[in-house]
């Protein structure tokens, strides 16, 4: 079946711009997640969603930074006021938690943020 | 308390022969541990992952030991192959039985020399 899919794959912008990076998840799957790899800071968490809960955005590193699902299924991650240091690659996954067994999050491909 | 340290940065190893990855946590919330594989212009995949009541998971020619005690896992790569070559993460969260972050390691960039 379909996997984890997410657009662009990559986007090249200038400092100051706005930026939407979309997430498809995987059909079902009631979680979803955002990820940020960058060079020299790894692989870290920016926010989750589950259900109809309320978001965990206690990774999100600034309040350019936002993220919404619709319909509990499609995600956008916005960018607003771009800098140099948000390059990096965004990665989304997506899972189908349940009691009892563990929480395996699938990955995209990422997109890859060059800002200018 | 959230960083999971990861070690070595690179590996090489000969074809054949066993590579091994080293990490360790420190917050004893953390109840599920993952390790992720990584081809380059890919997203992480999931590899294989233990949970801390258990001290070692075996699948095919990998294998993660987890020491609960001493806060420490590594995986083993029996027999390294050429399409091992890859950058491993190790990972832990608090995912069993619900939604969670996952805390990455640094990443290990494993090279398999034929």
């Known amino acids: 079946g379909a996997g984890v899919s997410q657009s662009p794959s990559n986007k090249v912008t200038e400092k100051g711009k706005d930026v939407e990076l979309r997430c498809d998840p995987i059909?079902?799957?009631?979680?979803l997640y955002w990820y940020r790899q960058s060079l020299g800071q790894g692989l870290e968490f920016l926010i989750y969603?589950?259900?109809?809960?309320?978001?965990?955005k206690s990774g999100l590193p600034s309040d350019r930074f936002s993220a919404e699902r619709t319909g509990g299924s499609v995600s956008t991650l916005t960018i607003q006021r771009t800098q140099q240091e948000d390059s990096a690659v965004y990665l989304c996954?997506?899972?189908?938690?349940?009691?009892?067994?563990?929480?395996?999050?699938?990955f995209g491909p990422g997109t890859r943020l060059t800002v200018t | 308390q959230q960083q999971v340290k990861q070690s070595p940065q690179s590996l090489i190893v000969q074809k054949g022969g066993i590579s091994i990855i080293n990490c360790a946590y420190e917050?004893?919330?953390?109840?599920?541990f993952p390790w992720y594989q990584q081809f380059p212009g890919k997203g992480p995949a999931l590899l294989i992952a233990?949970?801390?009541?258990?001290s070692e998971k075996k699948e095919g020619r990998f294998t993660i030991s987890f020491n609960k005690s001493a806060k420490q896992f590594s995986l083993h790569i029996m027999d390294s192959q050429p399409g091992d070559s890859a950058t491993y993460f190790c990972?832990?969260?608090?995912?069993?039985?619900?939604?969670?972050?996952?805390?990455f390691g640094s990443g290990t960039r494993l090279s398999i020399r034929p």
């Open positions: 996954a997506s899972s189908l938690p349940r009691l009892g067994s563990s929480d395996e999050q699938y």
């Open positions: 059909s079902g799957h009631t979680a």
């Open positions: 969603f589950q259900g109809n809960s309320a978001p965990d």
């Open positions: 917050n004893t919330a953390f109840d599920y």
């Open positions: 233990i949970r801390p009541d258990v």
């Open positions: 990972a832990a969260s608090m995912g069993y039985s619900s939604a969670s972050k996952i805390i």
